[in-house]
């Protein structure tokens, strides 16, 4: 089986992991401000603050803004639940807006007709690695007093008219779990360039401490603190931080590999009947993941035709508008409710052989060739 996803791990990886076992450090210390030094260098921001999963780095971003729970928080229903339920976490209620079909990110007339008194944040995910129109967000937050929090889980290297993703909004949240294009194992970062926020942020990441942090980064532990906010244990250790650490070095060959599969795919599927492909970008996009729309209502007959000639093959992902969990918050998305039932996600990895891709291209070729 040719798996959707599969991270690109391997001996430097284990060398850099093997120092912190020498170190005898294994928590949070110097290798996670070694770390975050090397994120905020290839962004080009001001403030890293290192967390060990992209939930944590959301739920910490929000609860920093202290919302309440009349506080509305824009956000499209086509993501990972994690988004929605960092909302709920921090107190606010997720308003779902509808997607652009061409892109799958946030449409922004239908954001705009959703603001209310209430609305607090924005949150634009950056669906795939292809950014939001951050000029048109920018632009409503620059006339009210709304925050831009950007769900930029898939997005870690791509770039909006030049500059990387991570400087525009006011927090912007990355997710290094197995599967993105630079993995700690697990783990999350927070990007901010207000310092006050900054600081708070690093105090609610440890447990509203706020004298450790420093110690911590020298590989020491101080027995004398200040409780000053409420936080939680969302550091990231010296561990997660050491894989990161390797895969940054790596970070570019990663994404030209992802983009040189896609041109295969975008190539062999352009023009085919039954298939349409997604707008993308690829001089600024980062490519998370490898998605087509499948027309007709074939897609979940293609799914299950895949898998069992071993192709794996998914969905990124089921609305959260429709989850039962999240009923209360229901409402009418019709772009989403159609298109998610034509997307289907393909393998896409750094690893992938020639073989691979020539297989998944010739099984869905052959799989329209039967229809």
């Given at each position: 089986?040719?798996?959707?996803?599969?991270?690109?791990?391997?001996?430097?990886?284990?060398?850099?992991?093997?120092?912190?076992f020498?170190?005898?450090?294994?928590?949070?210390?110097?290798?996670?401000?070694?770390?975050?030094?090397?994120?905020?260098?290839?962004?080009?921001?001001?403030?890293?603050?290192?967390?060990?999963?992209?939930?944590?780095?959301?739920?910490?971003?929000?609860?920093?803004?202290?919302?309440?729970?009349?506080?509305?928080?824009?956000?499209?229903?086509?993501?990972?639940?994690?988004?929605?339920?960092?909302?709920?976490?921090?107190?606010?209620?997720?308003?779902?807006?509808?997607?652009?079909?061409?892109?799958?990110?946030?449409?922004?007339?239908?954001?705009?007709?959703?603001?209310?008194?209430?609305?607090?944040v924005?949150?634009?995910?950056?669906?795939?690695?292809?950014?939001?129109d951050?000029?048109?967000?920018?632009?409503?937050?620059?006339?009210?007093?709304?925050r831009?929090?950007?769900?930029?889980?898939?997005?870690?290297?791509?770039?909006?008219?030049?500059?990387?993703?991570?400087?525009?909004?006011?927090?912007?949240?990355?997710?290094?779990?197995?599967?993105?294009?630079?993995?700690?194992?697990?783990?999350?970062?927070?990007?901010?360039?207000?310092?006050?926020?900054?600081?708070?942020?690093?105090?609610?990441?440890?447990?509203?401490?706020?004298?450790?942090?420093?110690?911590?980064y020298?590989?020491?532990?101080?027995?004398?603190?200040?409780?000053?906010?409420?936080?939680?244990?969302?550091?990231?250790?010296?561990?997660?931080?050491?894989?990161?650490?390797?895969?940054?070095?790596?970070?570019?060959?990663?994404?030209?590999?992802?983009?040189?599969?896609?041109?295969?795919?975008?190539?062999?599927?352009?023009?085919?009947?039954?298939?349409?492909?997604?707008?993308?970008?690829?001089?600024?996009?980062?490519?998370?993941?490898?998605?087509?729309?499948v027309?007709?209502?074939?897609?979940?007959?293609?799914?299950?035709?895949?898998?069992?000639?071993?192709?794996?093959?998914?969905?990124?992902?089921?609305?959260?508008?429709i989850?039962?969990?999240?009923?209360?918050?229901?409402?009418?998305?019709?772009?989403?409710?159609?298109?998610?039932?034509?997307?289907?996600?393909?393998?896409?990895?750094?690893?992938?052989?020639?073989t691979?891709?020539?297989?998944?291209?010739?099984?869905?070729?052959?799989?329209?060739a039967?229809?």
């Amino acid at each position: 089986m040719i798996p959707i996803a599969r991270p690109s791990i391997g001996e430097d990886e284990l060398t850099e992991i093997k120092k912190v076992f020498a170190s005898g450090w294994l928590g949070m210390g110097s290798v996670v401000f070694e770390f975050e030094n090397a994120i905020k260098g290839y962004l080009g921001v001001k403030y890293i603050i290192a967390v060990n999963t992209g939930t944590s780095a959301l739920h910490i971003a929000l609860d920093a803004l202290n919302l309440e729970t009349t506080d509305e928080v824009i956000v499209p229903s086509l993501t990972f639940v994690a988004s929605i339920q960092t909302i709920i976490a921090a107190g606010a209620r997720p308003v779902f807006c509808d997607i652009d079909p061409n892109t799958l990110n946030m449409d922004i007339e239908d954001v705009k007709r959703r603001i209310t008194s209430r609305t607090k944040v924005i949150m634009p995910v950056h669906y795939g690695g292809l950014p939001c129109d951050m000029e048109a967000l920018l632009d409503i937050a620059k006339n009210s007093s709304v925050r831009i929090v950007e769900d930029a889980a898939h997005a870690f290297g791509s770039s909006y008219k030049g500059k990387r993703i991570g400087a525009f909004g006011d927090i912007t949240c990355f997710s290094f779990d197995p599967i993105k294009n630079l993995t700690c194992g697990e783990g999350g970062a927070v990007v901010v360039n207000d310092e006050d926020l900054a600081a708070e942020i690093m105090r609610k990441r440890i447990l509203g401490i706020d004298k450790d942090t420093w110690q911590r980064y020298k590989n020491k532990r101080s027995w004398v603190y200040e409780v000053v906010t409420t936080g939680f244990r969302y550091h990231m250790s010296n561990i997660n931080a050491a894989i990161g650490l390797a895969q940054i070095k790596k970070l570019d060959r990663v994404l030209e590999k992802k983009r040189q599969i896609i041109r295969e795919y975008d190539n062999a599927f352009k023009g085919m009947s039954g298939i349409e492909l997604l707008y993308r970008d690829y001089r600024e996009t980062a490519p998370f993941n490898y998605v087509i729309k499948v027309k007709n209502n074939k897609r979940d007959k293609l799914l299950d035709y895949l898998n069992k000639n071993g192709v794996g093959a998914g969905i990124n992902y089921i609305p959260n508008h429709i989850q039962p969990l999240f009923k209360d918050f229901k409402v009418k998305l019709p772009v989403t409710e159609m298109v998610w039932q034509e997307i289907i996600s393909l393998p896409l990895y750094f690893d992938m052989t020639q073989t691979d891709v020539t297989t998944v291209i010739e099984q869905v070729k052959k799989f329209f060739a039967k229809k």
